[in-house]
């Protein structure tokens, strides 16, 4: 099939954007990478089951697991889990007290597992 | 994530290879799946392995139901879009399409056209529609739109499109363009329910006027028949009701 060049990849903002990469690029310089995974919603929330986080050593982050309200508890596990914790499977939702800390504005509830990237 | 199941699964998705990771949330373990073979330090019984391909194929992540333990994380390849006719609703839609995740092929023969001038980051496909869209072999997680507003470039790719399995198929034109379309495909041959398949006039009854609107009405479109949202009931454009 005859075609023209394939130019470079478009970035894009949906499932192409490439956390794993990101994530495995962080550990080749040396950083300590932390990976948090949206498992389970229910009711409303702002991102869907598979969305991720990445967070490393010096607190860059990459992607979200939230319009913003829980991506503070989930880091403060992040650096718990870069320390040597165990992964961890989170759950915030309105009947949770922590959620009324940390304000999952949307009414919904939602998983998260937060694991190391050896 | 251990960096040995990191590395395969970013090869995998490389490959374009249906993959889904597995992880067992009390502990962290895992399971990497390629297309139809799995290893991992997490081990799944046989029904668990089926539930995995299940989820593989209705593209669906989440807890297994027979497991809730176990969260299978489904990677298939990007959806794709193939554009036949590099025309200007095409220069918009190109980069739209890109940015909600797709791979988009543009199919056109006429150089004039279809050149990386017009469309500087996309794959372009210069060979005649029903030879270049055999070539492509539209799946279920493709759609494909036809606008050169030209029978014979439009139906041979229509043809191709509608014995395919791809998710959508759209056409543009007018409803009376389309009425005249779906005659000459009648008389090649397509039946009723090939037919019916065929998303014309295309795009959602947005009141889109330039191409770059035209472009929004028609990703909106194949985004609502992705997540197989029933379509609103249309009003009748005000041209008709006059």
Same mark, same amino acid.
């Given at each position: 099939?005859?075609?023209?060049?394939?130019?470079?990849?478009?970035?894009?903002? %949906?499932?192409? $954007?490439?956390?794993?990469?990101?994530? *495995?690029?962080?550990?080749?310089? @040396?950083?300590?990478?932390? /990976?948090?995974?949206?498992?389970?919603?229910?009711?409303?929330?702002?991102?869907?089951?598979?969305?991720?986080?990445?967070?490393?050593?010096?607190?860059?982050?990459?992607?979200?697991?939230?319009? %913003?309200?829980? $991506?503070?508890?989930?880091?403060?596990? *992040?650096?718990?889990?870069?320390? @040597?914790?165990?992964?961890? /499977?989170?759950?915030?939702?309105?009947?949770?007290?922590?959620?009324?800390?940390?304000?999952?504005?949307?009414?919904?509830?939602?998983?998260?597992?937060?694991?190391?990237?050896? | 994530?251990?960096?040995?199941?990191?590395?395969?699964?970013?090869?995998?998705?490389?490959?374009?290879?249906?993959?889904?990771?597995?992880?067992?949330?009390?502990?962290?373990?895992?399971?990497?799946?390629?297309?139809?073979?799995?290893?991992?330090?997490?081990?799944?019984?046989?029904?668990?392995?089926?539930?995995?391909?299940?989820?593989?194929?209705?593209?669906?992540?989440?807890?297994?139901?027979?497991?809730?333990?176990?969260?299978?994380?489904?990677?298939?390849?990007?959806?794709?879009?193939?554009?036949?006719?590099?025309?200007?609703?095409?220069?918009?839609?190109?980069?739209?399409?890109?940015?909600?995740?797709?791979?988009?092929?543009?199919?056109?023969?006429?150089?004039?056209?279809?050149?990386?001038?017009?469309?500087?980051?996309?794959?372009?496909?210069?060979?005649?529609?029903?030879?270049?869209?055999?070539?492509?072999?539209?799946?279920?997680?493709?759609?494909?739109?036809?606008?050169?507003?030209?029978?014979?470039?439009?139906?041979?790719?229509?043809?191709?499109?509608?014995?395919?399995?791809?998710?959508?198929?759209?056409?543009?034109?007018?409803?009376?363009?389309?009425?005249?379309?779906?005659?000459?495909?009648?008389?090649?041959?397509?039946?009723?329910?090939?037919?019916?398949?065929?998303?014309?006039?295309?795009?959602?009854?947005?009141?889109?006027?330039?191409?770059?609107?035209?472009?929004?009405?028609?990703?909106?479109?194949?985004?609502?028949?992705?997540?197989?949202?029933?379509?609103?009931?249309?009003?009748?454009?005000?041209?008709?009701?006059?």
């Amino acid at each position: 099939m005859a075609e023209g060049r394939l130019a470079k990849a478009t970035p894009t903002a %949906g499932q192409a $954007e490439d956390l794993l990469a990101e994530a *495995a690029r962080w550990r080749d310089e @040396g950083h300590k990478v932390a /990976l948090a995974t949206v498992v389970q919603t229910w009711g409303s929330s702002p991102r869907p089951v598979g969305s991720q986080l990445i967070v490393d050593d010096r607190l860059r982050l990459q992607g979200s697991v939230s319009g %913003g309200c829980i $991506e503070g508890a989930v880091v403060h596990e *992040a650096q718990a889990i870069m320390a @040597g914790a165990p992964p961890k /499977l989170l759950e915030f939702g309105v009947s949770d007290e922590q959620a009324w800390d940390v304000g999952l504005a949307c009414g919904g509830t939602v998983k998260v597992f937060v694991e190391g990237v050896e | 994530m251990k960096r040995d199941i990191l590395d395969r699964l970013q090869k995998a998705r490389a490959e374009k290879r249906p993959t889904a990771l597995v992880t067992d949330l009390t502990d962290g373990r895992q399971f990497l799946q390629v297309e139809n073979s799995g290893s991992g330090e997490l081990k799944l019984t046989p029904a668990q392995q089926a539930a995995v391909a299940e989820a593989l194929a209705a593209d669906r992540s989440g807890p297994l139901p027979e497991a809730p333990d176990l969260f299978v994380h489904v990677y298939n390849p990007p959806l794709r879009l193939l554009v036949v006719g590099a025309v200007h609703i095409s220069q918009a839609l190109v980069p739209m399409a890109q940015i909600a995740g797709y791979e988009v092929v543009v199919v056109d023969p006429r150089k004039a056209w279809a050149n990386e001038e017009r469309f500087p980051s996309v794959r372009l496909v210069d060979d005649w529609p029903d030879e270049a869209m055999r070539a492509l072999a539209p799946d279920q997680r493709s759609a494909v739109v036809v606008l050169t507003h030209d029978p014979k470039l439009d139906d041979p790719a229509l043809d191709i499109a509608l014995n395919s399995s791809a998710f959508y198929v759209g056409a543009l034109g007018s409803r009376k363009t389309h009425a005249k379309r779906l005659e000459r495909l009648r008389e090649a041959g397509l039946g009723d329910d090939a037919l019916a398949r065929i998303h014309a006039p295309i795009g959602l009854a947005i009141g889109a006027k330039s191409p770059s609107e035209v472009a929004i009405s028609i990703m909106a479109e194949i985004t609502q028949v992705l997540h197989r949202v029933p379509p609103l009931v249309r009003q009748p454009q005000p041209e008709a009701a006059q």
